[in-house]
């Protein structure tokens, strides 16, 4: 060899792609994939490809499996990796085992402590009971600031994940998870109000919301009644997903600051409410959705040309049980973050109707035409065009792809914009996020938040970068991620 | 049946798509779905389905023949004669609390419910027919031949003689059996003006199912699931496989503009209509005996059969015709290949004067071999008990040769 390097023999390139391959498609599967009933696949199917994946990718790639953690991709995907970690046992080369450490450490801290103690009883029932993973509950149960109160707000769980580990627990938090009814009073005054809330009507608005809605009904509190009084103990989630349940009850009117929801969750808020409502509130919400996207930027800052959008709207979109709109509300929230982010921006609905003045007054019917909206946005020259879909092309199938590629090789040549699409809907079949096609890259999307991030992966699922580079990235996402301050 | 001529010559003589294009197919499993879309919606002729919920229907055709049925709905057509947009009121009122309604008595018989009703098709006002979708075109498939023997032959038993073929029975299968129909429909997309669909099982055509008007097809599109469906159709059911079906590609050597693309989109557009229209062409465009069911203003209920060769796909249907020849309505049934079978031989026998030695001749087999394939295809009722007899010891003979 004239250049010094040896060049990779053709077994070694296959296993190259082979690794990278796998790689990419299980963290772009972990954007989207939930073990959810979705609109195309059902609950039993994902739940079984989304295992398989997952301890498939323990197996061969050990290292990048936990590097994944901070690749940015959904709780309920950081929540499963966590656990297969810790009932796989601490790895032998110490180097990787203090990395996976402060991974699974970090990555806790991070998630939601419902999710949290969740993943306790999980490994409680599962019987995964080794040093690692009592240490690891041990110290997240330490690293929590109020104990009492998740003590009070998952009782059962906390009971559990510190039976579990056999905690040397606060005397009067013992007492007060393994035999309250013997115990006349706390000193610690938020334990002493769940103990008088048990028997006092009056008592139960010092509680958190959830807790106190079950004693609500025990005292047989009138539903407007509790509401108007429990408001101040809301977190900003709760008052907004109570906003729907409070306007059917008579009297009571939740305060809610719009510009505090996030933006997909706000998206999802949006959607939900009646067509008249969301006409009448029109510029209230627009200018939350503007505001949410703002913020969105300044957390995760993208600066972008020229942009199109091909935003899918078939009746597909609707989602599904449990993910109702969800898919149309990802379009619609990242359509409202690409605006901001774009110095000029268009956006393609599709099926194409009648326009209307405001993107959230749009609804999910009709199929999924994508090629000639591809075609439309092309003509404008933008930077770059994003296409938020679930995939499932079907008028005609497989057309969109080869719009794209005839574009490239036949007009655009090097001018072409870059096509990116952008999947919120696991498909369980593929292992992956239902791809339009060879020649437009596809990566999952769990909220429209995450595009800035999903914007720099890209490159990888297009195929172009190699194993290394995958690797490095990853490195540089986990090097970030535990040095920034570990809160 | 007897073949009426109609008076006019508006019938259809053959199943085209006229101001009808075919979509690209929407796939799940082996089940294939093309949705029908119509350019002009006139609003003059409105359908919607009244649901019964008895176990099983009869319904007297004449005086001497009944036909029972399990009958999931009725269809109810409402039209206008001057083309003024029609209104399908007042269909929604039903009354759940009276058995007897306009559309005959409901029994409950404990063991199971059953609805008797006058008429197949009845006019319940003016410009309103409720008639049984389906029902119409099975119980002409039904009536095919039924009288039995014209002329009586010796070899036809007795009771052939005296009842003809009653009674005659099909059994037919419910969408719900058919693998992968159900979830198909639920996450089909359909377009903003479709007015029908074509069902495809293992790229076969199953049914056609077309209507006048966009919204009616939305709120009659999970009828598909409650309609019958030949045997046949169950087995490819069950070992269909998803099957990747495309028309040519974008041809990049033909591009070198935007402009150029879009007439290729176009085109490959257009050629998932004809690809459609190729998969069917056992249905449309074949010629059909049609025979006209009902008069309803500016147009005609009819139904239709084609031709019933065993060797390729044979549908029965009923159709609502305009003046003008456009397709209003369609829904066809797939006979299943015994069903083909029956019909055929039934039909060859006719058209011979019931004699078995002209149509054995006209057939090229043997009178014994004709009689064998009349007992295999079930009608051996027909013949008399020693002419059955000896056509099996002459089979059991040659079988030691």
Same mark, same amino acid.
């Not at chain 1, 997952?54 to 950081?78: D, E, M, P, S, W």
């Not at chain 1, 079949?429 to 909220?447: E, F, M, N, S, W």
């Not at chain 2, 089940?31 to 019964?52: I, M």
């Not at chain 2, 996450?187 to 029908?196: A, D, K, M, S, W």
């Given at each position: 060899?004239?250049?010094?390097?040896?060049?990779?023999?053709?077994?070694?390139?296959?296993?190259?792609?082979?690794?990278?391959?796998?790689?990419?498609?299980?963290?772009?599967?972990?954007?989207?994939?939930?073990?959810?009933?979705?609109?195309?696949?059902?609950?039993?199917?994902?739940?079984?490809?989304?295992?398989?994946?997952?301890?498939?990718?323990?197996?061969?790639?050990?290292?990048?499996?936990?590097?994944?953690?901070?690749?940015?991709?959904?709780?309920?995907?950081?929540?499963?990796?966590?656990?297969?970690?810790?009932?796989?046992?601490?790895?032998?080369?110490?180097?990787?085992?203090?990395?996976?450490?402060?991974?699974?450490?970090?990555?806790?801290?991070?998630?939601?402590?419902?999710?949290?103690?969740?993943?306790?009883?999980?490994?409680?029932?599962?019987?995964?009971?080794?040093?690692?993973?009592?240490?690891?509950?041990?110290?997240?149960?330490?690293?929590?600031?109020?104990?009492?109160?998740?003590?009070?707000?998952?009782?059962?769980?906390?009971?559990?994940?510190?039976?579990?580990?056999? =905690?040397?627990?606060?005397?009067?938090?013992?007492?007060?998870?393994?035999?309250? =009814?013997?115990?006349?009073?706390?000193?610690?005054?938020?334990?002493?109000?769940?103990?008088?809330?048990?028997?006092?009507?009056?008592?139960?608005?010092?509680?958190?919301?959830?807790?106190?809605?079950?004693?609500?009904?025990?005292?047989?509190?009138?539903?407007?009644?509790?509401?108007?009084?429990?408001?101040?103990?809301?977190?900003?989630?709760?008052?907004?997903?109570?906003?729907?349940?409070?306007?059917?009850?008579?009297?009571?009117?939740?305060?809610?600051?719009?510009?505090?929801?996030?933006?997909?969750?706000?998206?999802?808020?949006?959607?939900?409410?009646?067509?008249?409502?969301?006409?009448?509130?029109?510029?209230?919400?627009?200018?939350?959705?503007?505001?949410?996207?703002?913020?969105?930027?300044?957390?995760?800052?993208?600066?972008?040309?020229?942009?199109?959008?091909?935003?899918?709207?078939?009746?597909?979109? !609707?989602?599904?049980?449990?993910?109702?709109?969800?898919?149309?509300?990802?379009?619609?929230?990242?359509?409202?973050?690409?605006?901001?982010?774009?110095?000029?921006?268009?956006?393609?609905?599709?099926?194409?109707?009648?326009?209307?003045?405001?993107?959230?007054?749009?609804?999910?019917?009709?199929? !999924?035409?994508?090629?000639?909206?591809?075609?439309?946005?092309?003509?404008?020259?933008?930077?770059?065009?994003?296409?938020?879909?679930?995939?499932?092309?079907?008028?005609?199938?497989?057309?969109?792809?080869?719009?794209?590629?005839?574009?490239?090789?036949?007009?655009?040549?090097?001018?072409?914009?870059?096509?990116?699409?952008?999947?919120?809907?696991?498909?369980?079949?593929?292992?992956?996020?239902?791809?339009?096609?060879?020649?437009?890259?596809?990566?999952?999307?769990?909220?429209?938040?995450?595009?800035?991030?999903?914007?720099?992966?890209?490159?990888?699922?297009?195929? !172009?970068?190699?194993?290394?580079?995958?690797?490095?990235?990853?490195?540089?996402?986990?090097?970030?991620?535990?040095?920034?301050?570990?809160? | 049946?007897?073949?009426?001529?109609?008076?006019?010559?508006?019938?259809?003589?053959?199943?085209?798509?006229?101001?009808?294009?075919?979509?690209?197919?929407?796939?799940?499993?082996?089940?294939?779905?093309?949705?029908?879309?119509?350019?002009?919606?006139?609003?003059?002729?409105?359908?919607?389905?009244?649901?019964?919920?008895?176990?099983?229907?009869?319904?007297?055709?004449?005086?001497?023949?009944?036909?029972?049925?399990?009958?999931?709905?009725?269809?109810?057509?409402?039209?206008?004669?001057?083309?003024?947009?029609?209104?399908?009121?007042?269909? +929604?009122?039903?009354?759940?609390?009276?058995?007897?309604?306009?559309?005959?008595?409901?029994?409950?018989?404990?063991?199971?419910?059953?609805?008797?009703?006058?008429?197949?098709?009845?006019?319940?006002?003016?410009?309103?027919?409720?008639?049984?979708?389906?029902?119409?075109?099975?119980?002409?498939?039904?009536?095919?031949?039924?009288?039995?023997?014209?002329?009586?032959?010796?070899?036809?038993?007795?009771?052939?003689?005296?009842?003809?073929?009653?009674?005659?029975?099909?059994?037919?299968?419910?969408?719900?059996?058919?693998?992968?129909?159900?979830?198909?429909?639920?996450?089909?997309?359909?377009?903003?003006? +479709?007015?029908?669909?074509?069902?495809?099982?293992?790229?076969?055509?199953?049914?056609?199912?077309?209507?006048?008007?966009?919204?009616?097809?939305?709120?009659?599109?999970?009828?598909?699931? %409650?309609?019958?469906?030949?045997?046949?159709?169950?087995?490819?059911?069950?070992?269909?496989?998803?099957?990747?079906?495309?028309?040519?590609?974008?041809?990049?050597?033909?591009?070198?503009?935007?402009?150029?693309?879009?007439?290729?989109?176009?085109?490959?557009?257009?050629?998932?209509? +004809?690809?459609?229209?190729?998969?069917?062409?056992?249905?449309?465009?074949?010629?059909?005996?049609?025979?006209?069911?009902?008069?309803?203003?500016?147009?005609?209920?009819?139904?239709?059969?084609?031709?019933?060769?065993?060797? %390729?796909?044979?549908?029965?249907?009923?159709?609502?015709?305009?003046?003008?020849?456009?397709?209003?309505?369609?829904?066809?049934?797939?006979?299943?290949?015994?069903?083909?079978?029956?019909?055929?031989?039934?039909?060859?026998?006719?058209?011979?004067?019931?004699?078995?030695?002209?149509?054995?001749?006209?057939?090229?087999?043997?009178?014994?071999?004709?009689?064998?394939?009349?007992?295999?295809?079930?009608?051996?009722?027909?013949?008399?008990?020693?002419?059955?007899?000896?056509?099996?010891?002459?089979?059991?003979?040659?079988?030691?040769?």
């Amino acid at each position: 060899m004239t250049d010094g390097k040896v060049q990779p023999t053709e077994r070694e390139q296959l296993r190259e792609r082979c690794e990278r391959e796998d790689v990419i498609m299980f963290i772009n599967s972990c954007f989207a994939a939930t073990r959810q009933n979705e609109y195309y696949t059902d609950l039993y199917r994902t739940s079984v490809s989304i295992e398989f994946l997952h301890r498939y990718v323990l197996i061969n790639y050990r290292l990048l499996y936990a590097r994944t953690l901070a690749a940015g991709i959904n709780h309920f995907n950081q929540q499963q990796i966590i656990f297969n970690l810790l009932e796989a046992g601490a790895p032998a080369d110490t180097k990787q085992r203090t990395e996976e450490g402060a991974l699974i450490a970090t990555a806790l801290r991070k998630l939601p402590a419902n999710r949290v103690y969740a993943l306790f009883v999980r490994l409680q029932q599962n019987r995964v009971n080794n040093r690692r993973t009592r240490a690891v509950i041990k110290s997240y149960l330490a690293w929590r600031r109020e104990p009492e109160f998740d003590a009070i707000k998952y009782r059962n769980k906390y009971r559990a994940a510190a039976a579990h580990i056999h =905690s040397r627990l606060d005397e009067e938090l013992g007492l007060f998870l393994f035999e309250r =009814s013997s115990q006349k009073s706390f000193t610690t005054p938020l334990l002493n109000q769940y103990r008088q809330a048990q028997y006092s009507a009056a008592a139960i608005y010092e509680l958190p919301f959830t807790v106190a809605e079950s004693l609500a009904q025990k005292h047989q509190i009138p539903r407007d009644v509790f509401l108007k009084k429990i408001e101040p103990k809301m977190t900003a989630a709760e008052k907004l997903r109570l906003q729907s349940t409070a306007a059917r009850t008579k009297g009571v009117e939740i305060e809610f600051d719009l510009s505090r929801a996030g933006l997909t969750k706000l998206a999802l808020y949006i959607l939900s409410l009646k067509q008249s409502q969301r006409a009448a509130r029109a510029d209230e919400l627009q200018a939350a959705l503007k505001a949410a996207a703002d913020k969105a930027l300044t957390r995760a800052p993208l600066s972008l040309g020229r942009v199109a959008t091909i935003l899918d709207r078939s009746r597909s979109a !609707t989602g599904s049980r449990e993910k109702r709109n969800r898919p149309l509300a990802v379009a619609l929230a990242a359509s409202s973050l690409l605006r901001r982010a774009a110095t000029e921006y268009r956006a393609f609905w599709t099926p194409a109707w009648g326009e209307n003045s405001f993107e959230f007054l749009t609804h999910a019917a009709g199929q !999924t035409a994508l090629a000639e909206p591809l075609l439309d946005a092309l003509e404008w020259r933008p930077d770059l065009i994003v296409i938020v879909s679930d995939g499932y092309e079907n008028d005609p199938p497989q057309l969109v792809d080869q719009v794209a590629r005839v574009y490239r090789d036949a007009i655009g040549k090097t001018e072409t914009p870059e096509i990116v699409h952008m999947n919120p809907v696991f498909d369980a079949d593929h292992y992956a996020p239902h791809r339009l096609g060879a020649t437009i890259p596809t990566v999952g999307l769990r909220d429209a938040e995450d595009i800035p991030i999903i914007l720099g992966f890209a490159k990888f699922t297009a195929g !172009t970068a190699t194993l290394d580079e995958l690797e490095q990235y990853l490195a540089l996402r986990v090097n970030r991620m535990l040095n920034s301050d570990g809160t | 049946m007897e073949r009426k001529q109609p008076k006019t010559t508006d019938c259809l003589e053959t199943i085209s798509l006229k101001g009808l294009t075919l979509a690209p197919s929407q796939v799940l499993g082996g089940v294939r779905l093309v949705p029908v879309l119509r350019k002009q919606v006139r609003e003059d002729l409105r359908l919607t389905k009244r649901p019964y919920y008895e176990d099983i229907a009869a319904v007297q055709i004449d005086n001497k023949t009944a036909y029972y049925s399990y009958i999931p709905h009725a269809f109810i057509a409402d039209w206008t004669n001057d083309g003024s947009p029609a209104v399908a009121y007042g269909t +929604q009122i039903r009354s759940n609390k009276s058995t007897k309604t306009s559309d005959g008595t409901a029994h409950d018989l404990g063991f199971m419910t059953a609805r008797v009703m006058k008429k197949m098709r009845a006019r319940e006002d003016r410009n309103r027919l409720r008639f049984l979708p389906m029902d119409v075109s099975m119980e002409g498939f039904l009536a095919l031949h039924f009288g039995g023997p014209d002329i009586i032959w010796e070899e036809y038993s007795r009771k052939a003689i005296r009842d003809g073929l009653s009674p005659r029975s099909e059994t037919t299968i419910p969408g719900r059996w058919i693998k992968g129909l159900e979830d198909a429909l639920r996450v089909f997309e359909i377009h903003t003006n +479709q007015v029908g669909s074509l069902v495809f099982v293992g790229d076969a055509l199953a049914s056609a199912f077309i209507v006048s008007h966009p919204d009616d097809y939305r709120a009659l599109h999970e009828t598909l699931l %409650t309609d019958d469906y030949g045997e046949l159709l169950y087995y490819y059911g069950l070992y269909a496989q998803e099957n990747g079906l495309n028309p040519d590609e974008i041809d990049a050597d033909r591009v070198q503009s935007m402009k150029d693309l879009r007439t290729e989109v176009a085109r490959v557009r257009s050629d998932w209509s +004809q690809l459609h229209t190729l998969m069917s062409d056992n249905l449309l465009g074949c010629p059909v005996r049609y025979e006209m069911v009902y008069r309803m203003g500016p147009f005609h209920l009819q139904r239709f059969m084609t031709e019933l060769n065993p060797k %390729t796909e044979n549908h029965i249907g009923e159709s609502i015709v305009r003046k003008n020849g456009t397709l209003e309505y369609l829904k066809t049934y797939r006979l299943s290949a015994a069903q083909c079978r029956r019909a055929y031989l039934l039909m060859q026998l006719a058209d011979s004067n019931w004699s078995l030695d002209a149509c054995a001749e006209k057939l090229t087999c043997t009178r014994n071999e004709l009689i064998f394939r009349f007992e295999k295809a079930g009608f051996g009722y027909l013949f008399h008990r020693h002419v059955l007899e000896e056509v099996r010891s002459e089979f059991r003979k040659q079988s030691w040769h």
